[in-house]
């Protein structure tokens, strides 16, 4: 059974900073990429960071310089630090893992979603 966590949600003030971790079971963390995405209220959920297997990152345009990606195959955890946020930035942010592209069909999984919220 796959399941991903996601912690370190919460209340901040504009310009401070937050690191969402997502811890991962059930899957070969080592050979999955990994993802964060986010939907704000009344919003499609959009693409925030991508990390490969190979530790290849991607970045939103709107969250680039900012917001770094990473993880830590020893502990099955991917991470996104959040720094300079933006009231813009509140929404639910989702842990994504995608199964490697020589897997037919590709599986993704999802968490439950953590929130950030960025207000005075």
């Known amino acids: 059974q796959v399941q991903l966590v996601e912690s370190g949600g919460g209340l901040v003030q504009p310009g401070g900073s937050l690191r969402l971790s997502c811890v991962a079971s059930g899957i070969i963390f080592s050979i999955y990429d990994m993802g964060w995405y986010r939907q704000a209220p009344g919003k499609q959920r959009e693409l925030v960071a991508t990390i490969t297997s190979r530790d290849i990152t991607n970045y939103a345009d709107a969250v680039k310089g900012r917001f770094t990606i990473s993880r830590d195959t020893a502990k099955n955890t991917v991470y996104l630090q959040m720094n300079s946020l933006k009231p813009e930035d509140t929404a639910n942010y989702y842990c994504?893992?995608?199964?490697?592209?020589?897997?037919?069909?590709?599986?993704?999984?999802w968490g439950i979603g953590t929130l950030v919220t960025v207000s005075s």
């Open positions: 994504n893992a995608l199964s490697p592209i020589s897997t037919i069909p590709r599986r993704d999984y």
